[in-house]
Every structure is written in structure tokens, then in C-alpha cells.
């Protein structure tokens, strides 16, 4: 996990911005939270253990659009994407560097079947209300790999800022952040435990890297 944040880190460098966002804990805390999501009888995800959103309208936009990966490769006839409804979602530990806050946004395949997942997940911080914090994440150069996960294997896709008690940015306490799948609509909310993050500012942008597999840890 460390080289993959590394190689973020330096393009963020390099772009003449010092690493944006100080996304969770002030310096460095940890992130811990969990959400599944079960169907309905009507077939709608809805988050087993935080309350998640049930549909795009009560979602931040950018946690559906940017799920939306363009180009995906096809599936094989017999393995097609993961779904919402198949899917838990949790925040890893902080790997903090560099003035920078790294946390892995986990997918975990909760189904009885192979899946897969390409690109970049949706995320967006909302507040107790569901209202975003902060602006639209943004992608990272990195190219997206096809993870192909078993039933209980687990992806992950990384989420940096810059430390905003380094980068002078203005903050927020998230209550949750909200995970949304690629090419999903439905999203997972998992409760944040990361403390305040950049929202406003010069040095307030979050930036995401692609699913890789593994918990990131």
C-alpha cells in the first residue's frame, strides 16, 4: 500500500500542490467504520448497519458519477461487476507521509459468487444530514486494473489529502462518508472516525487512486 500511496504523493508533489486535503484525523488518526448492503424485496440496496441512502436522489452527486468508469473491459459471460447489494464497504487505518493523510476505502464481496470491480469507487463526506462536505474528489492519473474477487475477498482503492493542520485549509467533521461502487448507483455509507477534514481552501482536495486487491493494509 505504502509504494502505491508513495507514487500519489509524488504526483500530487510534483503538480506544484503540497498533497490536498487533510481528509481525516487532523495528523494522522485512524479510520474505522463498516456498512453492507441487503436487497429489499422491491431489489433496492439499502445499508444494513449505517442507514445508507437508498437511492442516487439522496446522494451526493459526485458519489455516483464518479463511480462511472468509462472504457471498463468487459466481463467474461460467466464473471460480471460487483454490485451494491453484494458489497460491504469500511475505512482502513490512516498511512500517514509527507504532510499527507492515506486511507484505503475497502470493498469487501459479502455474495456467494465471483465478481469484479474496475476503477475508482464514488466517495463523497456528508454531514449528519447527508449534505457533502468539502469538493468532488479527483482521480489520479494510476491505471484502473480489473480486481477480480472472490466470495469474502476484498479491494481497495486509496484516499489521500493534505494535512490541513499543515496545509492551512479549512476543515469539517464528517459523520459518514459515502462509498458508491463503479458503475453503481446505489451507494454504502460507513461511518467516519477519521476527524476533520479539509472542505474549503486552497489545499482542499481529496484525490483517489484505483481498486487494487487486497485491504490495503
Known sequence: MTNRFLGVRRAVLTAGSVAVLGLVAGCGGS???TS???RTESGTATSSATGAPTGASSVPTDAVSNSLTPSAPPASASVTRCHTSELSA???RNNPGAGQENFPVVLTNESHRTCTLYGYPGTA???ASGKQLGPDPERSAAKPETVKLAPGGSAWAGLSFANPE???AGTATPAALVV???DEEDPLKVTWKG???PVS???SSVRLIPFSPGTGA
Open 180 to 182: 458508491t461502487p463503479p
Open 36 to 38: 453492507s448492503a441487503s
Open 195 to 197: 476527524g476533520a477534514v
Open 31 to 33: 479510520g474505522d467504520g
Open 90 to 92: 469500511s475505512v482502513g
Open 166 to 168: 499543515i496545509s492551512g
Open 125 to 127: 463526506f456528508v454531514d
Open 201 to 203: 481552501g486552497d489545499e
